[in-house]
């Protein structure tokens, strides 16, 4: 297991092609433990690319990349044990019940029974949903759904969890109550790798990255990204960044 100077995410020359096609073209970054990390860029950048690398579920085509201590390509299955991941799907299997999510997802991270029931228990009373245990998850609004998919993701107490577009589609309220689960998180130690087309939604993070056709442009806090653009918003810096 590789120690790598505080970072629980390091990436060195990644590279990813299907064929001809290069999704991810030599990135280079670094996250550091309990950070909030904003991966950004438009649709088709190759985010998710990365991210499907990142945890472990897909092979890098060249690079040097760890995620907490250990090497994606020869150790993915050690990865998987120390991340959540949640998509802008939510992850969440509509059909099932609320608790038996929870049972399904603790089974795949390798909790026991009695350790399931108690962080279904904790989890649930912590978003006040304790009366959501038995219903059918499809029945829920979207912005539980959210919440409970977050929930899943961190029930097994991960190092870090990878958001891919959690709040898309969601209303500007139930965003900024998600935000206030991922700062309590990262409060907690846990890493936040988190993706995102909601500019705004960049001014959260720490540090953010930005990427235009499988490339890192920028990187740097949101207060320094505007003074390196002379820009007073974060869709300012983007349209520059993206627009060459």
């Known amino acids: ?41 438009a649709n088709g950048a190759g985010k998710t690319t990365a991210i499907r690398i990142l945890c472990g579920l897909s092979k890098p085509t ?9 090497d994606v390509f020869k150790e993915s299955e050690k990865v998987k044990e120390n ?15 609320v608790k038996e999510n929870f049972t399904f997802y ?35 609004p979207l912005g539980w759904k959210q919440k409970i998919a977050f929930s899943v993701a961190i029930m097994h107490n991960p190092k870090i969890i990878f958001l891919d577009e959690p709040t898309s589609g969601v ?11 991922i700062y309590e998180a990262a409060h907690e130690g846990i890493t936040v790798f988190v993706t995102t087309h909601y500019m705004d939604e960049a ?16 990187l740097d806090t ?11 918003t974060m869709e300012e810096v983007f349209l520059q960044i993206a627009r060459g």
């Open 171 to 181: 209303d500007p309220i139930t965003r900024r109550q998600f935000w206030d689960m």
């Open 203 to 218: 001014e959260y993070c720490e540090r953010v990255s930005i990427m235009v056709d499988g490339r890192i442009e920028a």
């Open 106 to 140: 603790g089974g795949i991270y390798g909790l026991s029974r009695k350790n399931i029931k108690e962080r279904t228990d904790y989890l649930l009373e912590k978003l006040q949903l304790q009366d959501t245990r038995n219903k059918i998850t499809h029945s829920l």
């Open 62 to 70: 060249a690079g040097e990349i760890t995620v907490a201590g250990y």
């Open 1 to 41: 297991m590789m120690k790598e100077n505080g970072h629980i995410i390091v990436a060195r020359g990644m590279v990813k092609k299907f064929g001809n096609f290069v999704a991810n073209d030599h990135l280079n970054f670094e996250v550091k433990k309990g950070e909030i990390f904003g991966f950004l860029g």
């Open 83 to 97: 991340i959540g991941y949640m998509s802008q799907k939510f992850s969440l299997y509509e059909d099932l019940r």
């Open 222 to 232: 949101p207060a320094q990204l505007k003074r390196n653009y002379d820009a007073e």
